[in-house]
């Protein structure tokens, strides 16, 4: 599939940008293929785990740069308006939840998405996979946030074969290419083979002259637990009769084979020299599901390290030589994608928003320090509140609503505040670990860790140092200022948006 474009005479030229020893060197913009698994967790890749069988992604990472603190939000829809807007979520109201079914809202059509920059560079830009980032309207799908093309499901979560699912009573399809080929001769397929072929067959298709932007979003490995039997075979020896880790386990592996056929053709075409590849999570792996963050605490929807520290590694030959086979501590955030890529486009437009993103290519390619001191983790006010609020000596300060979930990290500290959600420790069974459920600390809703000292988050320091308290109090307070209330409307359309009026489907409404 090539979809041609005018080409800016811009482009014709060569973008001139400084090398490594300071020597000026032509270099045309990158294709970037941007790889997102969604829900993996810390502990579900082979070279964090050796039990869980990812050779391509192990390789691609070994070869490349590790990225090993690298945040993003703790739940679906937040990281990928993140990665396309370079925005925190707070900043358009999307910090509350994921987007649900019959929900008008999206991503506000007032942002502007990477995909929208880099096209106006001149690249081709699709979309393979997961959306989520709604499709109550029109306006709100791929196709109108940058994309040339589309292949994959609107919603958050679907059967892997069939691609459906159900919510209020209501049964839908929700697979297309673009918007109206519902592509019903794709029932009974497995989402992770056609994902990939699709992202292949873009490659191979591709015209080497144009710059491609490929984001390629796989289903895999968010609930539900489904995998064609030979994937999950693998395991057997390994989970005895836990068929569901089984299974779980099997859709990474099945993730893995995708991305060693996807990056391959990359490898093999005429681009490769040319070209970056990304691979990332969204955000943690689900306690209440399967998957593991291990030893990172808690999980995808809460605050701690095992909902916001993501995999994430990039492989590319534009890496100075020095850094293959390495990896960065520099903090990195999802936000960080937008500013990276226009930087290895030509440079960053002039935007009517400010980005929240640093570009990081020198952080990866080179290793150097992180422009970044501070990430914003969230705040939701609109989250539920503790029960028990009478102990908090913090509940008095003037600064920030300690009882509002929120998260910031400033330097070597994190500041969390409001409810915690499941702060356990989760292991995966082959382990020998038990889940550590810590006892309650009734009242208690500030926790004040040292990441780079404690990155399993064991040691509360609060009551030691309530200067930093202050100090990232009073950060929150200023960013709380600046957030949006959130757009998650508590009416849903389940009259209009119901697929039963739309032959069967899951399609705009609004
Ligand atoms: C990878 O490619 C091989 C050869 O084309 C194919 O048999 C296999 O199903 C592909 N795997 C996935 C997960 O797409
Ligand atoms: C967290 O999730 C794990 C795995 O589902 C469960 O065993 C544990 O009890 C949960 N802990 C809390 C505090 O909710």
């Known amino acids: 599939m090539a979809f041609p474009r005018p080409f800016p005479a811009l482009m014709l030229l060569f973008v001139t940008v400084v090398g490594t020893l300071g020597v000026s060197v032509a270099q045309r913009p990158p294709n970037i293929l941007f790889i997102l698994a969604d829900d993996l967790g810390w502990n579900d890749v082979g070279y964090h785990n050796p039990t869980m069988k990812t050779p391509n992604i192990d390789r691609l990472a070994e070869e ?24 925190y979520e707070i900043r358009y109201g999307l910090q509350h939840g994921v987007l649900g079914h019959y929900q008008r809202r999206c ?77 019903r001769q794709y029932l009974g397929q497995y989402s992770t083979n056609l994902f990939a072929d699709e992202a292949r067959n873009i490659i191979r298709n591709h015209n080497p002259a144009q710059p491609l932007f490929l984001t390629l979003s796989f289903q895999a490995v968010h609930m539900p637990l489904q995998v064609p039997k030979q994937y999950s075979d693998i395991y057997n020896g390994v989970f005895g009769k836990n068929e569901d880790w089984k299974i779980y386990a099997g859709m990474l592996t099945s993730m893995d084979e995708a991305v060693g ?50 995999v994430g590694f990039v492989n590319s030959p534009l890496l100075h030589p020095e850094v293959r086979g390495g990896m960065t501590n520099g903090l990195i955030h999802m936000s960080d994608w937008f500013p990276t890529f226009m930087h290895l486009a030509g440079g960053l437009p002039t935007l009517d928003k400010p980005l929240d993103g640093f570009n990081q290519w020198d952080t990866i390619s080179r290793g150097m320090a992180s422009p970044r001191h501070e990430i914003l983790h969230t705040i939701d006010s609109q989250a539920l509140r503790p029960v028990d609020r009478g102990r908090e000596k913090w509940s008095t300060n003037p600064y920030f609503d300690v009882f509002t979930l929120a ?50 988050e064991h040691d509360d320091r609060a009551d030691e140092y309530p200067e930093v308290v202050e100090a990232l109090l009073k950060r929150l307070g200023e960013f709380s200022q600046q957030t949006v209330k959130p757009n998650y409307p508590g009416v849903i359309d389940v009259i209009y948006g119901n697929p039963d009026l739309h032959n069967g489907v899951w399609a705009p409404w609004g």
């Open 64 to 87: 490349g740069v590790k990225l090993n603190s690298y945040y993003m939000p703790s739940i679906c829809t937040p990281s990928r308006s993140v990665f396309l807007t370079g925005r």
């Open 107 to 183: 991503l506000s059509l007032e942002e502007v998405t990477v995909a929208e920059k880099l096209r106006e560079r001149g690249y081709a830009t699709h979309l393979v996979g997961k959306w989520h980032l709604g499709f109550y309207k029109d306006g709100c799908l791929p196709r109108q946030r940058g994309f040339d093309s589309f292949f994959g499901f609107y919603l958050g979560a679907e059967d892997y074969f069939n691609h459906d699912s159900t919510m209020q009573g209501h049964h839908g399809y929700d697979f297309r290419r673009n918007e109206d080929d519902v592509s």
């Open 261 to 310: 056929n996807v990056t391959r053709a990359l490898r093999e075409s005429p681009m490769w020299d040319n070209s970056i590849i990304i691979f990332s999570t969204d955000n943690g792996a689900d306690a209440k599901f399967i998957g593991s963050n291990w030893p990172l605490r808690g999980a995808k929807a809460t605050l701690f390290e095992g909902g916001v520290r993501g």
């Open 407 to 456: 998260a910031i990290r400033v330097g070597d500290w994190k500041l969390l505040t409001g409810p915690a959600g499941n702060d356990s420790w989760i292991p995966s069974p082959e382990s020998g670990y038990e889940v550590i459920n810590l006892k309650k600390l009734y009242g208690k809703v500030v926790r004040l860790y040292n990441i780079p000292n404690d990155p399993y």
